[in-house]
């Protein structure tokens, strides 16, 4: 396992953007739960707390893909440098605000502007990785490992935010996601090395290069060419297989939003807020085990039956916190269930590399962060209010319940992936066929 991985990280020097990317990502998992924590300390309103963290995931879900498409046509530099710049002013402005218990409409603003801001850190990273690797099994094995770094970070950032909420002060969290969103942005956007070709530095034979994926636009096998720098493009959404992969990792999204508010709650009720972050914790561990794991092997079976397994086995895991009624028997269903998460998200990243026109996967990937990301706002919304009327058991039946709707809508779309599949793993064929012939 340890030298499929080595042997990866040595590719162009990639575990440099992938360490950087790392702190760049950690206020993923600080920022949710600090928010919670910090304004229900202020403002003593679960309701609340989900909402202002539901605007900033809202915004952060909205804007992502506008970030991601600007950033395939100029570069990451280029429009992130930015960006991120606003994102720690709008964040700072949050934390005055939550620590001087402002006027709600401030919370809301600066909660949005820093969520507008945020983009596609993952899908930033994974964009280099694209650029780095060279075979599909290479690519594979990048992805699994950035889905193990996501789920250190989630591992790390509620930890930190709840010991260092609780030890020192509920916004110490966010004032934390500040120095990690400057410094990883920094260190990131610094490597200029390991950027992709932005379209518009490309020439006409780097496009035709780039091709369009298995399901472009147009359906067939196109080829992008100087225009495509130019010429209008019709929506990602549009793609079948987009609305499928979207829709499931919505459903999922939801699951996660939901049990932020959810453990918080619990873990109150049981009279050990300190905790929470470490049983969220729990579900990542299980999570990050399963993805390096994950990774170092090929696996045989099709990856749209792999993705199905996931879904499911997810499902089953986290309908199963309803029967926990302890910090142990929570923790210990947490662990197992996370196991499902990093294997699922590795393959439908996947998918979409074979989805989306070469030249636009970054905005591709950043699609799968708008849908994952307006769905924890769901999560968080909805179950904010059940947990005021009903406690921590409210939001564990929301939690079933957006589970088991992420599952129908994969049943729903698994034709669609499979023939997608199928398309891509032909056309493929057909290039390679093409490659040697000119050879």
Not at 64 to 84: H, N, T
Not at 94 to 108: G, H, K, P, R
Not at 110 to 116: D, N
Not at 223 to 230: D, F, M, P, V
């Amino acid at each position: 396992m340890l030298s499929t991985y080595g042997e990866i990280l040595r590719l162009n020097r990639a575990w440099c953007f992938s360490a950087a990317g790392f702190i760049l990502r950690l206020p993923m998992s600080i920022m949710p739960i600090s928010i919670i924590l910090s304004i229900q300390a202020a403002y003593g309103n679960y309701t609340l707390a989900g909402v202002v963290s539901a605007i900033n995931i809202i915004a952060l879900a909205v804007t992502a893909p506008m970030w991601a498409r600007l950033v395939d046509r100029y570069g990451q530099l280029k429009i992130m440098g930015p960006v991120f710049a606003v994102s720690a002013i709008a964040t700072t402005v949050l934390l005055f605000a939550t620590l001087e218990v402002a006027s709600t409409w401030i919370l809301f603003v600066s909660a949005g502007i820093a969520g507008a801001t945020w983009g596609s850190p993952g899908a930033l990273v994974r964009a280099r990785w694209i650029r780095a690797t060279d075979t599909v099994a290479q690519l594979n094995s990048a992805f699994a490992l950035e889905a193990a770094v996501d789920e250190f970070v989630y591992i790390v950032g509620p930890v930190v935010a709840t010991v260092l909420g609780t030890a020192l002060h509920p916004t110490t969290g966010v004032a934390v996601s500040i120095v990690f969103l400057v410094l990883g942005a920094a260190l990131f956007l610094g490597q200029r090395s390991s950027e992709p070709v932005p379209v518009s530095h490309r020439s006409p034979v780097h496009l035709d290069e780039a091709g369009e994926a298995s399901t472009s636009e147009d359906g067939g096998k196109g080829t992008a060419t100087g225009a495509a720098a130019s010429a209008p493009q019709r929506s990602l959404l549009l793609l079948p297989a987009m609305i499928v992969l979207m829709l499931t990792y919505a459903g999922m999204g939801a699951q996660f939003g939901a049990n932020d508010i959810a453990v918080v709650a619990f873990t109150k009720e049981l009279g050990v807020p300190a905790l929470s972050g470490v049983l969220l914790a729990m579900f990542s561990v299980g999570s990050f085990i399963s993805a390096l794991l994950y990774g170092a092997r090929s696996w045989r079976h099709p990856l749209w039956k792999l993705f199905a397994v996931g879904v499911v086995a997810l499902a089953i895991g986290m309908t199963a916190y309803l029967l926990a009624n302890s910090l142990v028997s929570l923790g210990i269903i947490m662990l197992i269930s996370g196991i499902a998460c990093a294997p699922t998200m590795t393959n439908v990243n996947m998918m979409v590399t074979k989805s989306v026109p070469r030249h636009r996967q970054t905005e591709g990937l950043a699609w799968l962060s708008t849908a994952i990301n307006l769905g924890v706002s769901l999560g968080s919304s909805a179950s904010g209010p059940a947990v005021d009327r009903y406690g921590s058991t409210g939001a564990y039946v929301m939690i079933a319940i957006f589970a088991w709707l992420m599952v129908l809508g994969m049943v729903v779309g698994l034709p669609t992936l499979k023939k997608s599949l199928l398309k891509s793993a032909q056309e493929e064929a057909e290039h390679q066929r093409e490659v040697l012939d000119e050879d």
